[in-house]
């Protein structure tokens, strides 16, 4: 059975990268997929930030795509996020999730809090 | 953008009783709605997919119909542990939206 597991520092200064990876287990990222992050902010409900395919192709929301970069490194079974020029406004927990392409979110990680504050 | 609609917002809720709760969509997604369970302090857990398929594992009350832009959970003889937010999220085009939450809490 998939697992994924977020990992990434939780406090992070404003104007700052916030960096976070998804480690998967249980299946290869090469095998299909398209492998997620999404986020909620304190209270708040949930945003999807964007994908990335085995291969590498990306997919970004429009909100936050001039920020925002996901990579895949197959080798490692795990893909990451690095979202630039951090606001208090991105304090949230991040999740990475699995969803087999227009499809839902079938796997979630358990959540890495991310707070921005100097 | 597509954006989702729930309602309510907020339930409070005797166990036992039936729970309805709506998402309805800027435009027509076809089936692509799915549904979500978050309890506090744990990720959102996969409870209906388009629609009204349902998932391995989650129990035979809770039920989904819909299409087009009008969809329905439906929580059949709510129980104690059925105390959490609910998503709904369109998964018809990019980018995927969810919807607010309908929180249910038990009386």
């Known amino acids: 059975q998939v697992q994924l597991q977020e990992s990434g520092p939780g406090l992070v200064k404003p104007s700052e990268t916030l960096s976070l990876t998804c480690n998967v287990s249980?299946?290869?990222?090469?095998?299909?997929?398209?492998w997620t992050w999404i986020r909620q902010p304190p209270g708040k409900g949930l945003e999807w930030i964007g994908a990335?395919?085995?291969?590498?192709?990306?997919y970004y929301n429009p909100s936050l795509e001039s920020r925002v970069s996901i990579s895949v490194e197959v080798s490692k079974n795990q893909f990451s996020l690095h979202l630039s020029s951090v606001t208090a406004a991105d304090t949230a927990v991040y999740y990475c999730?699995?969803?087999?392409?227009?499809?839902?979110?079938?796997?979630w990680g358990q959540g890495n809090m991310v707070t921005v504050s100097s | 953008e597509i954006v989702l609609t729930q309602s309510p917002d907020f339930l409070s809720v005797t166990p036992k009783e039936k729970v309805t709760i709506t998402c309805r969509a800027s435009?027509?997604?076809?089936?692509?709605l799915h549904w979500y369970q978050q309890k506090p302090d744990q990720s959102p857990k996969l409870l209906i997919k388009?629609?009204?398929q349902s998932i391995s594992g989650v129990p035979s009350r809770f039920r989904g119909s819909g299409s087009g832009t009008d969809f329905i959970l439906i929580i059949n003889s709510l129980e104690a542990e059925d105390a959490a937010t609910y998503y709904c999220?369109?998964?018809?085009?990019?980018?995927?939206?969810f919807g607010p939450g309908t929180k249910v809490e038990i009386k």
């Open positions: 999730a699995r969803e087999a392409g227009i499809s839902p979110f079938d796997s």
């Open positions: 249980g299946y290869s990222i090469s095998s299909g997929y398209y």
């Open positions: 990335i395919f085995h291969t590498g192709s990306t």
């Open positions: 435009q027509s997604i076809g089936s692509s």
């Open positions: 388009y629609g009204f």
């Open positions: 999220h369109q998964s018809s085009s990019l980018p995927f939206t």
